[in-house]
Structure formats: C-alpha cells, structure tokens
C-alpha cells in the first residue's frame, strides 16, 4: 500500500479528515471527523505496543493522533469511538484475520517495501476449491504463481504455508503479504521462483468470511483442535496441487512450513507423510510438550512422535528450520523441540528474534525461510 506524505501544516489547515499521512520523519497521523463523539482513541501497533492513545479533538470537530516516528514497517490499528472500536473510515486499507478487521498502513524506507507492491514482474493468486475427501466437502485455498508462470511450460517447486489459529487461507496473503514479499524477492534473485499453496487449517469451514457458499461452515476459530483432521486429509490437498499445477512432484520440489497452529501442522503433517518434504520450517509452534514427551493424545497420527523424528531424519532432510521471537508465549515448545534433536545429532536452522507471537515476526521468518529453498 502507497499511503501519500502530506505536511502536518496542511492537515492541521484543513477543516476535514484526511487519509493517513506517513510524515517526513516516519510518523504518522491520523484524522477523523466525529464530531459529537466525546472520545476518540487508536488502539493497535500505531498506538506503542498494543496500547490506547487519545486522539485530540480541534474546534471543526476532527479528532488526530500523530505517533512516534516509526520503523519501517506495516502497522495495523483501530479508531475507538465512545468504546465502539471500528476501522478506520478514512483509510481504505484493511484487512481481515479469523472474524476481526483491521486498518493498517506501511510505512515504507525498509523492510515495509518489501511488503509493497513494487515496479518489478508480479505473480498471480489464484483462489482455488478442491474436493476434501477426507472431510466430506469441497475447500478453497490460495495459490501463488511467480512471474511468468503462464508462459514458461516450467515445473515449480512448492511452498505449503499454514496460517495459525483463527486464521484461513486469505492470512499469509493479508496480514502475511506473501505475494508482495514473493515478487520483490524474485525481481531481487534472491529466492527460487516457487508456488506457494495457502490452505485453510480451520478444518470446520469451507472458506474464509465471506466466502462460504450460503451460511457456509464458517468457524472464526481453527475447528480442528488438534483433532488430526487437516493432517489427515492433507492428501487431498497435496493431490489436487500436483494435479492442477506445473509442480515438481518429489521430495526435493516440496516444502512445508506454518505460523503457530500452522507450525503444529507443519510438523505433524511432515511427520506423517515420510519422504515428501525436503524442507520444513516451524514458526513459533511446535508441538504441545505435554503431549508430545508421553504420547498423551490417543490419537494414532500423533502417536509415536520420537520415533517418527528419528524416521524424518533418517530419510534426510535439506532444511529444517525453528524460528521463535525471545518473548514468545510458545518459546518453552521451540525449546523442547530444539533441545530434542540437540540430544539425537540431529541439524537444524535457528532463527530466534525480538517480540512476540506476532505477524511482524512471521513476515520475516518467511522471507528468510523461502531464501533457502530449493537451491
């Protein structure tokens, strides 16, 4: 997203709310016109941290709220109206993660150009509906097509990205920007040209909000569970790509990785399919420690984990890749997997970050990871 600087002399002037404006210093401002509210505030990563900021009201009746110079970075944000929380009516921006909305702005100069679009060859996003044998009902998911696609008659590699819980297929392409960070790593020679499939891990709907055929069967939140059922139908998945695409079908054209929820997929799913995957990457989730050191879950897919481990090793491996921020509410989970293939020999990549459990963290975990495949 493009967000135009506008001095704050000509907002200040001005008797009307305007779009955000990213200034000479990298802080941004924000204006609304709410004239009989009696208070306005920003809550979300414009406001530091997740906090709440007042936003000032002017004699017109237009509310503001300049932040901080910022980072290079995409922001996500709410305007809180007399504590109605909305999003924000002057930015046409906005994106959507499980059943909430968002407002957000790039502030561009660094890693922020790499999640906007650029003068350089795009790929596609194709929004697909594939037949789940295993679930009864046809899904929709994502898929990416580098520059060129179309044309070449090549055989790609693929890239399966899991989103994490209360996510579905449209987040990494949202709150994600895969297809932005795709093309400019591609125009840059720094990744592979790959597809990137983006499944639906919320086993219990059909597709994201508004979406589903009908009232659909719609969950804001993963219905798996953990109850093994994306693992288990992930055949239909990975059938209908190699059927319907250009791919490379053998272990070394294929990768799988996933955010929290999605990085618990990730693991299990390339667990349970032996010798289909060359590269795996966890971010910020890995399996539940509880379960998996005495196999508690009676479930057969998740049973004898140790073992399955030692088999996916065995087999070999190009790439398995960890990646945590320090403040991570599941760092003790990356712990344990780590310190349990430290104890077997076994090699991985360590990528451990400030923050959190956050997009800002899985943003650049998938533009490190997708830099070493496939090579």
């Given at each position: 997203?493009?967000?135009?600087?506008?001095?704050?002399?000509?907002?200040?002037?001005?008797?009307?709310?305007?779009?955000?404006?990213?200034?000479?210093?990298?802080?941004?401002?924000?204006?609304?016109?709410?004239?009989?509210?009696?208070?306005?505030?920003?809550?979300?990563?414009?406001?530091?941290?997740?906090?709440?900021?007042?936003?000032?009201?002017?004699?017109?009746?237009?509310?503001?709220?300049?932040?901080?110079?910022?980072?290079?970075?995409?922001?996500?944000?709410?305007?809180?109206?007399?504590?109605?929380?909305?999003?924000?009516?002057?930015?046409?921006?906005?994106?959507?993660?499980?059943?909430?909305?968002?407002?957000?702005?790039?502030?561009?100069?660094?890693?922020?150009?790499?999640?906007?679009?650029?003068?350089?060859?795009?790929?596609?996003?194709?929004?697909?509906?594939?037949?789940?044998?295993?679930?009864?009902?046809?899904?929709?998911?994502?898929?990416?097509?580098?520059?060129?696609?179309?044309?070449?008659?090549?055989?790609?590699?693929?890239?399966?990205?899991?989103?994490?819980?209360?996510?579905?297929?449209?987040?990494?392409?949202?709150?994600?920007?895969?297809?932005?960070?795709?093309?400019?790593?591609?125009?840059?020679?720094?990744?592979?040209?790959?597809?990137?499939?983006?499944?639906s891990g919320a086993t219990k709907s059909q597709a994201a909000p508004g979406e589903c055929p009908g009232a659909g069967l719609y969950s804001p939140v993963s219905g798996s569970s953990y109850d093994t059922s994306y693992e288990v139908q992930f055949k239909d998945v990975l059938d209908y790509v190699e059927s319907s695409f250009r791919v490379i079908r053998k272990k070394s054209g294929r990768a799988i990785a996933g955010l929290s929820m999605g990085g618990e997929q990730a693991f299990q799913t390339a667990l349970n399919y032996p010798d289909t995957f060359d590269y795996v990457g966890i971010f910020s989730g890995v399996p539940r420690v509880r379960e998996i050191k005495g196999n508690e879950l009676k479930v057969e897919i998740y049973q004898n984990t140790l073992e399955k481990i030692d088999r996916e090793f065995r087999d070999g491996l190009k790439l398995y890749y960890i990646a945590v921020g320090v403040k991570d509410s599941l760092y003790g989970n990356s712990k344990w997997l780590r310190e349990t293939l430290d104890a077997k020999g076994y090699p991985y990549f360590y990528n451990e970050s400030e923050g959190g459990h956050s997009w800002r963290n899985w943003r650049l975990y998938l533009t490190d990871f997708t830099q070493k495949l496939f090579k």
């Open positions: 997203m493009t967000v135009l600087a506008i001095g704050l002399t000509a907002a200040a002037q001005n008797t009307r709310a305007l779009p955000p404006q990213i200034n000479d210093d990298n802080s941004v401002t924000l204006t609304i016109k709410a004239p009989d509210a009696q208070a306005v505030q920003v809550v979300g990563e414009l406001s530091s941290g997740q906090a709440t900021k007042d936003m000032v009201r002017d004699t017109s009746g237009i509310w503001s709220y300049t932040t901080s110079p910022l980072e290079s970075e995409m922001y996500y944000y709410l305007i809180k109206i007399d504590g109605v929380s909305v999003t924000d009516p002057m930015n046409s921006a906005c994106i959507i993660d499980g059943g909430s909305h968002y407002s957000y702005v790039i502030v561009p100069g660094g890693v922020g150009d790499l999640y906007t679009p650029q003068q350089v060859p795009h790929g596609s996003v194709h929004k697909v509906w594939y037949t789940s044998k295993g679930l009864g009902y046809d899904r929709r998911m994502a898929i990416y097509t580098p520059p060129g696609y179309e044309q070449s008659g090549k055989k790609y590699p693929v890239l399966y990205l899991l989103h994490g819980s209360g996510g579905n297929e449209e987040s990494w392409l949202t709150f994600g920007r895969t297809a932005q960070i795709m093309d400019n790593l591609l125009s840059q020679g720094k990744v592979e040209p790959m597809i990137v499939v983006m499944t």
